[in-house]
Antibody, heavy 117, light 110 residues
Framework: QVQLQESGPGLVKPSETLSLTCAVSGGSISSDSWWNWVRQPPGKGLEWIGELYHSGSTIYNPSLKSRVTLSLDKSKNQFSLRLSSVTAADAAVYYC??????????WGQGTTVTVSS | QSALTQPASVSGSPGQSITLSCTGTSSDIGGYHYVSWYRQHPGKAPKLMLYGIGDRPSGVSDRFSGSKSGNTASLTISGLQAEDEADYYCSSYTSGSIWVFGGGTKLTVL
């Protein structure tokens, strides 16, 4: 069974770039799955950020597209999220998840990101 | 792409059946079979409960069932249990090739 683990700085300054990584274990990032990022601001609902395939194809939420970059590192079996020009509105728990067809069936435990100077 | 619409809260007593709704448009729920439901307990990651409208992943109780009518999807929980108290989110594929979540429903077991 695939397992996912997010990692990255828990504190980011306003206007800087947030960078998170999701390590994949128990499976290959080159499998027939899409690798997703979802976030959840404190006390609010889930927001889909985007996803990527092992071929390098990416799809982004239009509301974040201008600031988001997803990438993967096959040698390390992990994928990453970069979100530029962060503001307080980007503070959230960030989850990585794997999607096969219509279902995100494996999720990481989530990592909390605070935006503050 | 707007979020799917879910009631903010629903409550029920142990043993009862409750139904959670999730309303979208013909560009998401109404147009595709890719509707899924997630349960989230406080401080935990979401857990997939249903996909493909009404299919259950291995290990999910058959007390959970799903359906769709037009632009609205529904999750029914029968034989409500204390452990069912959580936030529930629906999700759908959209015509923009992106995924969208509902705002979530807080289920309280009385």
């Amino acid at each position: 069974q695939v397992q996912l683990q997010e990692s990255g700085p828990g504190l980011v300054k306003p206007s800087e770039t947030l960078s998170l990584t999701c390590a994949v274990s128990g499976g290959s990032i080159s499998s027939d799955s899409w690798w997703n990022w979802v976030r959840q601001p404190p006390g609010k609902g889930l927001e889909w950020i985007g996803e990527l395939y092992h071929s390098g194809s990416t799809i982004y939420n239009p509301s974040l597209k201008s600031r988001v970059t997803l990438s993967l590192d096959k040698s390390k079996n992990q994928f990453s999220l970069r979100l530029s020009s962060v503001t307080a509105a980007d503070a959230a728990v960030y989850y990585c998840a794997t999607r096969e067809r219509g279902r995100m069936d494996v999720w990481g435990q989530g990592t909390t990101v605070t935006v503050s100077s | 792409q707007s979020a799917l619409t879910q009631p903010a809260s629903v409550s029920g007593s142990p043993g009862q059946s409750i139904t959670l709704s999730c309303t979208g448009t013909s560009s998401d729920i109404g147009g595709y079979h890719y509707v899924s439901w997630y349960r989230q307990h406080p401080g935990k990651a979401p857990k997939l409960m249903l996909y493909g409208i009404g299919d259950r992943p291995s290990g999910v109780s058959d007390r959970f069932s799903g359906s769709k009518s037009g632009n609205t999807a529904s999750l029914t929980i029968s034989g409500l249990q204390a452990e069912d108290e959580a936030d529930y989110y629906c999700s759908s594929y959209t015509s923009g090739s992106i995924w969208v979540f509902g705002g979530g429903t807080k289920l309280t077991v009385l």
